[in-house]
Antibody
C-alpha cells in the first residue's frame, strides 16, 4: 500500500527557512510526479509545487523563487526547501502523489496524500 | 492561471438528500478535473478523476459529470459520513488550481 508521511514543520520567524520532508513507502518517489499542497488555517487547498518523474519542476507564483522541491531516491523522500518565509506561508503542508491513467488521453489525479505537517511563521 | 469557482460555497442538507455541487472553470479544461472530500483535521481524499471516473473504493452514490468549463459532483443519497468539504481541482495546466470548496453540513 502506498503511503506518505510528512515531517519538518514547526515555528519559524518571518524571513527564516525550513525544510519539509515526505517519506514514501509502497512506491518510489522518482517513478511518479510528486506535489506539495498547503492549507492555511480555516482556508481552502492551495497547490504549491510539483516535480515530475523526469525532474522538471513547477511552482505556484506565491512561492516561486523562495521554495524548492526536490527528492532523494536513496531515501525515497520528497523535500520542500522553504526560504524567506512569510506570515502568509503559515499552513498545513501536505505531500501527495500525482497519478495518471490512460483513457482517451492521460488523465491526472492526486491519489495518495500524507497527513500533513504544520508550518507556523510568526515573530 | 485557470480559476475554479464552486457553487454553492455552503449547503445544508439532511441524510438521504440528493446534493449537487458545481465547479466552473475560467477556460476549457476538457475532462481534466478531479473532486476531493476533506473531513476536518484530515487529508483530502480523491473521489473522482477525469471528471466522471470514480476512484476505487469510493461509494457509487458519488458521481461526476461535465467537460469543458462546467462540472458537477452529485451525491445521490447523503450519508452521515459525507458531511465534509468538497474541492474540485483542474489538472489541465499549471498551476494545478483548486476551487474554494463547498462545505456540506447537516440540516
Amino acid at each position: 500500500e502506498a503511503q506518505l508521511e510528512e515531517s519538518g514543520g514547526g515555528l519559524v520567524q518571518p524571513g527564516g527557512s525550513l525544510r519539509l520532508s515526505c517519506a514514501a513507502s509502497g512506491f518510489t518517489v522518482t517513478s511518479k510526479s510528486m506535489t506539495w499542497v498547503r492549507q492555511a488555517p480555516g482556508k481552502g487547498l492551495e497547490w504549491v509545487s510539483l516535480i515530475y518523474s523526469s525532474g522538471n519542476t513547477y511552482y505556484a507564483d506565491s512561492v516561486k523563487g523562495r521554495f524548492t522541491i526536490s527528492r532523494d531516491n536513496s531515501k525515497n523522500t520528497l523535500y520542500m526547501e522553504m526560504n524567506n518565509l512569510r506570515v502568509d506561508d503559515t499552513a498545513v503542508y501536505y505531500c501527495a502523489r500525482e497519478g495518471r491513467i490512460w483513457q482517451d488521453y492521460y488523465y491526472y489525479f492526486m491519489d495518495v496524500w500524507g497527513k500533513g505537517t504544520t508550518v507556523t511563521v510568526s515573530s | 492561471d485557470i480559476q475554479l469557482t464552486q457553487s454553492p460555497s455552503f449547503l445544508s442538507a439532511s441524510v438521504g438528500d440528493r446534493v449537487t455541487i458545481t465547479c466552473r472553470a475560467t477556460q476549457g479544461i476538457s475532462r481534466y478535473l478531479a473532486w476531493y472530500q476533506q473531513i476536518p483535521g484530515k487529508a483530502p481524499k480523491l473521489l473522482i478523476y477525469a471528471a466522471s471516473t470514480l476512484q476505487r473504493g469510493v461509494p457509487s452514490r458519488f458521481s461526476g459529470s461535465g467537460s469543458g468549463t462546467e462540472f458537477t459532483l452529485a451525491i445521490s443519497s447523503l450519508q452521515p459520513e459525507d458531511f465534509a468539504t468538497y474541492y474540485c481541482q483542474q489538472l489541465n495546466s499549471y498551476p494545478r488550481t483548486f476551487g474554494q470548496g463547498t462545505k456540506v453540513e447537516i440540516k
